[in-house]
């Protein structure tokens, strides 16, 4: 009876575990539309790197509430227990006057005060050069972040690619099959050989294993996207064409990388102010409080509690020998930083210049594309007319068939690398 009584309790933990599962699935959002904006929004989200940001901005306020407790009283507590060859004696022969001997063991138990009234700056100066490292860091994540970008346009316009090829294929099956309704018909009145026929379902088998191989690859691509946006895509999906704007031959660059080029600048002039306020004297007030002995009066041999208080002033000039070549060291590296943002700037640029020129090629080729479409679709439209009146043969037709079919793919190619061209140029320049 107890076995079967924890068996009914693991299958009913069990049923309740899939039935939350199922209902998980359930609610989950299901996606009907997407943009490309949107699946850039989902897969920034989902992306683990974004957590970075997180963890760095609780790593600094972490830093930063240790730094401002320096304005706080530093309390110290220190003892030491010593035992010395000799000591100062007094032997004066004055009557009626014992001058007492100090002991050779000694001990003492001190308890430290101080309050910083003036520390030049140094805590001031750290707190900045802790959000300006932070603020480095965390733009350093979203330089990742942007590269994140172009994975998922070449993902989602590789979908809108596959959808157009899918979609003509769709229109060769059209036409194969008028084809074959009229050959066909001309079998059957005796005007046509069999094979004929066979040759255009033939034709019609291999268009369908276009097909084929065309979805599996937007299958594949579709649950690659699925990965980065944490989120199922089915076939039916409709991927919305991308609307750009009207200034897409903008050049202003506004890239997160200069952003982060201009805050590693920052930060090493940071760095400056925190080396002069280091080296800056520093005074705090203090006061100390202990038992021992000997206390203060070193004539007392007694223990006894004792205190000192006052102002404490201190200046450490070791640092003086360093300051010009940390300010020199810093300086290389603000130049570094200079350069690397003029070569960052040129070779944005240059690619710039390239997506420009692609983007004035594919449109000469677009517009080239649709007249020859205009001129094909009148050819295959003849020789359709043709094959049902059996002047031309089957061959002929489905040359004229594929030729359009060519012309439609090379303007589905050029439209969507017109497409790419343009999203190029944007992420290029940051937009």
Known sequence: MHYLTKWLNKMVKLVGLLMITFFAKAQAPVITHLTLDEANSLARNNYPML???DLIKQTSDINIANLNKGYFPQFMLSGQATYQSDVTQVN????GIKIPTISKDQYKVLGDVSQVIY???????????????????????????????????????GILYLNGQIKQVSLIEDDINVGMKNVQAQVQNGVSFRSNLDVLKA???QTQQRTIELNASKKGMLETLSLFINMPLS?????????????IADTIISRPEITLYNYQTKLFDQQS???AARNRPKASLFLQGGYGRPALNFLDNQFQFFYIGGLRFNWSLSGLYTRKKENDLIAINKRTVDIEKETFLLNTQTQLQQQQSQIDKMKLLIASDEDIIKLRNGVKAAAQAQLQNGVITVNDYLKEVNDEDQARQALITHQLQLLQAEINFKNISGK
Do not use: A, R
């Not at 004066?92 to 009557?95: A, D, F, R, S």
């Open 51 to 53: 957590k970075q940001k």
């Open 92 to 95: 004066l022969p004055i009557p």
């Open 119 to 157: 520390d030049g700056g140094l805590i001031s100066q750290q707190h900045e050069s802790q959000v300006l490292n932070s603020v480095v860091e965390q733009q350093k994540v979203e330089v990742q972040l942007y590269q994140l970008k172009q994975q998922v346009n070449q993902l989602f316009l």
């Open 203 to 205: 034709q019609y088998l």
């Open 235 to 247: 076939d039916q999906v409709v991927f919305e064409m991308p609307e750009l704007p009207h200034d």
């Open 273 to 275: 102010k925190l080396i």
